[in-house]
């Protein structure tokens, strides 16, 4: 893949730039993973190793919770960041689990040479934290439309910002994402 047209040099450039030279030194710090579709990358349990980049494919955050029902946190589709925070940052067993939903290509970095890397090369150390604090304003947003909004405003949220998810995702899954029964996402999706 060409250097200046890698997705994830492409990212890091929004916010910072980066000579031939320093990207190298930030590929080197990642790990090239490929996953199946179905594949579970990370068990509800289990250390999260990994925060992965996904390059290509479609994967999601989820829970189950006691009654064995899935609740859908994230998705993550190409040019996002998953893992479990939490369990990435802390080093604790993860609370939630991620699976492909699609075949995946992903570079997956460690914490360990993410701080490896911010101490080489600052610049990373913004671009970091630039994306954690745009991840932590996105959570934000997503509580307080489920807290105030209804289950359309919902539904059109999603849609702005997972352009071309409904093409990808089963409707059970939407409307898990969602917090609504497959009816009501029926019914969301058939107004214009």
Not at 177 to 184: I, K, M, P, S, W
Request: hydrophobic fraction near 40%; aromatic fraction near 10%; charge should be neutral.
């Amino acid at each position: 893949m060409e250097s200046n047209t890698h997705p994830l040099r492409i990212q890091i450039e929004e916010l910072v730039q980066l000579t031939d030279k320093e990207f190298a030194l930030v590929l080197e710090h990642f790990q090239q993973k490929r996953f199946k579709k179905h594949q579970i990358v990370l068990h509800e349990g289990d250390h999260a190793p990994f925060d992965f980049f996904i390059v290509k494919g479609l994967m999601k955050v989820s829970r189950i919770d006691l009654d064995g029902k899935e609740h859908i946190l994230q998705f993550g589709m190409e040019n996002w960041w998953v893992t479990d925070s939490e369990a990435f940052h802390h080093k604790t067993p993860s609370t939630l689990m991620v699976d492909c939903l699609e075949d995946t290509l992903a570079l997956a970095i460690t914490i360990e040479n993410k701080d490896k890397l911010c101490l080489e090369l600052p610049k990373m150390q913004y671009f970091f934290l630039k994306k954690a604090t745009n991840g932590y304003i996105a959570l934000q947003k997503r509580i307080l439309c489920f807290l105030s909004s209804d289950a359309n405003d919902r539904y059109h949220n999603l849609l702005s910002i997972y352009p071309g998810l409904i093409q990808r995702v089963p409707k059970a899954m939407i409307a898990s994402y969602l917090g609504v029964t497959r009816e009501t996402l029926s019914r969301l999706s058939g107004k214009k």
